[in-house]
């Protein structure tokens, strides 16, 4: 399944369906150690002080900032947006926690 991002709703639900996917590798990744977080504050606070995880804060930051922009703040983001710097973000993020899942 894909979704074009032929316009700008489609454009802003990829965004948020990039963090989302991020947030989920995240969840992975703490679930092995029977971790489970229920807000974002916690799962960014986790994000920020684990050694492993403090390797991919700045692309998940990224995608969260696409994510809740893209949803709260109607931002006009264009399809680059999502084809560049997010999707590489959680390519980033998905091969760092792969191999720890």
């Excluded at 489970?36 to 916690?42: D, M, V």
Aim: charged share 20%; with cysteine; aromatic share 12%.
């Amino acid at each position: 399944m894909s979704l074009s991002l032929d316009n700008q709703t489609r454009i802003d639900w990829a965004l948020v369906i990039l963090f989302y996917a991020a947030v989920h590798y995240v969840e992975a990744y703490l679930a092995v150690s029977n971790q489970h977080l229920r807000s974002h504050a916690a799962r960014d606070n986790v994000i920020g002080r684990d050694g492993y995880l403090k390797r991919i804060y700045m692309e998940y930051q990224d995608l969260k900032f696409y994510g809740f922009s893209a949803r709260y703040e109607a931002c006009a983001f264009r399809a680059e947006d999502v084809t560049g710097i997010a999707a590489k973000a959680l390519q980033t993020i998905k091969s760092h926690l792969s191999p720890k899942l």
